[in-house]
T-cell receptor, first 114, second 117 residues
Framework: SQKIEQNSEALNIQEGKTATLTCNYTNYSPAYLQWYRQDPGRGPVFLLLIRENEKEKRKERLKVTFDTTLKQSLFHITASQPADSATYLCALALDTGTASKLTFGTGTRLQVTL | GAVVSQHPSWVICKSGTSVKIECRSLDFQATTMFWYRQFPKQSLMLMATSNEGSKATYEQGVEKDKFLINHASLTLSTLTVTSAHPEDSSFYIC?????????????FGPGTRLTVL
């Protein structure tokens, strides 16, 4: 069966450290993968998109890697801040159309402490 | 840019009544809108995809007669939960996608919390 797995346990890290979140998937061949941030009671906010033929993408303090052999994406936040505390969702898209559907993982809650 | 709004942000209704949720793209034309549902501590589950001017496509297990979707214009889609029951209580989120937006990006609304008593 198809699965998208993110660590369901909260990730607690100290301010200034690098947070690394994992997204593993099985029985999917995604055309691209996206990472979103979701705060409690709010809709997701788009962070980064990485395509199947890309290994790594960066945006400011964020970095995403995509390994289609391992079927895994890693999401890194460097120099983490308390304001980065939120739930982070990965989402897979199976085709490249502009109206392609997204399938979301369950998310990992990140807590950055002082 | 690329702002999506939802109205209302929360609603409480009695069992058996119908509730309408609006999703608007404020500064772009949304050729496609998606409707998701999220239960506590669970992921977003896609309910349906709607394209402007055509019937919505529902995901397996989603009752189209219960969750009526109308995408009448390029900036507005509505979700009506008919004869709502307590098990329909959830967080409903819409997203929008358009040809002029960054490739493949969906912009999400802030969500609507529905509580059915």
């Amino acid at each position: 069966s198809q699965k998208i797995e993110q660590n369901s346990e909260a990730l607690n890290i100290q301010e200034g450290k690098t947070a690394t979140l994992t997204c593993n998937y099985t029985n999917y061949s995604p055309a691209y993968l996206q990472w979103y941030r979701q705060d409690p009671g709010r809709g997701p906010v788009f962070l980064l998109l990485i395509r199947e033929n890309e290994k790594e993408k960066r945006k400011e303090r964020l970095k995403v890697t995509f390994d289609t052999t391992l079927k895994q994406s890693l999401f890194h936040i460097t120099a983490s801040q308390p304001a980065d505390s939120a739930t982070y969702l990965c989402a897979l898209a199976l085709d490249t159309g502009t109206a392609s559907k997204l399938t979301f993982g369950t998310g990992t809650r990140l807590q950055v402490t002082l | 840019g690329a702002v999506v709004s939802q109205h209302p942000s929360w609603v409480i209704c009695k069992s058996g009544t119908s509730v309408k949720i609006e999703c608007r793209s404020l500064d772009f034309q949304a050729t496609t809108m998606f409707w998701y549902r999220q239960f506590p501590k669970q992921s977003l589950m896609l309910m349906a995809t709607s394209n402007e001017g055509s019937k919505a496509t529902y995901e397996q297990g989603v009752e189209k007669d219960k969750f009526l979707i109308n995408h009448a214009s390029l900036t507005l889609s509505t979700l009506t939960v008919t004869s709502a029951h307590p098990e329909d209580s959830s967080f409903y989120i819409c997203s929008a996608s358009g040809l002029v937006l960054p490739y493949n990006e969906q912009f999400f609304g802030p969500g609507t919390r529905l509580t059915v008593l």
